[in-house]
T-cell receptor
Framework: DAKTTQPPSMDCAEGRAANLPCNHS???????VYWYRQIHSQGPQYIIH???NNETNEMASLIITEDRKSSTLILPHATLRDTAVYYC??????????????FGQGTILTVHP | EPEVTQTPSHQVTQMGQEVILRCVPI?????FYWYRQILGQKVEFLVS????????KSEIFDDQFSVERPDGSNFTLKIRSTKLEDSAMYFC????????????FGQGTRLTVV
C-alpha cells in the first residue's frame, strides 16, 4: 500500500471548517483513499473513502486532487467531539491484502471552544 | 446500527498465562481482522481471516497467537503465553464482501499483562 504523510497536529475553532491534508504521492490506480478517526483509545471509526472523485457524506467531504497524489478531509462545522486522531490510509483493492489497513501516526485534531 | 462487539473490555492476566479475546463481528460480514495498539503508539495490523483461514498475518503475529471462528458468530484471538509486551488495546474489525467497503471496528479489549 502507498505511504501517506499527514501533519502531526492541527487546531480548529469550534464551528469552523477543519481541513486535514494528506499526501499520498505514490498511490497507484487501484488504491482507494480512506479516512478514519480515533477518539481517545476507542476503536477507529470510518469516516469516508474515495477513488478519484470527490465524496461527501453526513460526516465529511473528501477532496482528491486530479493527479490523486493528495487529498483533503473536510469537517464542515467542527465540534468539540471531533477532537481525535485522524488517519489517512491508502488501501489496496483485492489480493491478499484485501481489507488490511496500515495506520500511520495520523493528525491530532484539537477543536477549541 | 450494527456493530462489532468485543469482550471483555479489560483483561488483566499474569505473564505466561493464556488469554482469549472475543469478538462478535457484524453478522453478514465475511472478512475479519485483529489489530493492536500499544499505549501511545499507532494501530498495528495483526491478522486477517476469511473463509475459515488466515489470509494474511503480520510479523507480530507469531506462533503464540492464533485465531479462530469456532461457531460462525464469534471470532477469537488467543495468546498462548502472554508477555509484558503484549499489553495493549486489541481491536477486532470486520468488512462485508466487496472491495469498496469500510471496516467496522469494535471498541477494543485492553489487555494488561502483569
Amino acid at each position: 500500500d502507498a505511504k501517506t504523510t499527514q501533519p502531526p497536529s492541527m487546531d480548529c475553532a469550534e464551528g469552523r471548517a477543519a481541513n486535514l491534508p494528506c499526501n499520498h504521492s505514490t498511490i497507484s490506480g487501484n488504491e482507494y483513499v480512506y479516512w478514519y478517526r480515533q477518539i481517545h483509545s476507542q476503536g477507529p471509526q470510518y469516516i469516508i473513502h474515495g477513488l478519484k472523485n470527490n465524496e461527501t457524506n453526513e460526516m465529511a467531504s473528501l477532496i482528491i486532487t486530479e493527479d490523486r497524489k493528495s487529498s483533503t478531509l473536510i469537517l464542515p462545522h467542527a465540534t468539540l467531539r471531533d477532537t481525535a486522531v485522524y488517519y489517512c490510509i491508502v488501501r489496496a483493492r483485492g489480493g491478499t491484502s484485501y481489507g488490511k489497513l496500515t495506520f500511520g501516526q495520523g493528525t491530532i485534531l484539537t477543536v477549541h471552544p | 446500527e450494527p456493530e462489532v462487539t468485543q469482550t471483555p473490555s479489560h483483561q488483566v492476566t499474569q505473564m505466561g498465562q493464556e488469554v482469549i479475546l472475543r469478538c462478535v463481528p457484524i453478522s453478514n460480514h465475511l472478512y475479519f481482522y485483529w489489530y493492536r495498539q500499544i499505549l501511545g503508539q499507532k494501530v498495528e495490523f495483526l491478522v486477517s481471516f476469511y473463509n475459515n483461514e488466515i489470509s494474511e498475518k503480520s510479523e507480530i503475529f507469531d506462533d503464540q497467537f492464533s485465531v479462530e471462528r469456532p461457531d460462525g458468530s464469534n471470532f477469537t484471538l488467543k495468546i498462548r503465553s502472554t508477555k509484558l509486551e503484549d499489553s495493549a488495546m486489541y481491536f477486532c474489525a470486520s468488512t462485508p464482501r466487496g472491495s469498496n467497503t469500510e471496516a467496522f471496528f469494535g471498541q477494543g479489549t485492553r489487555l494488561t499483562v502483569v
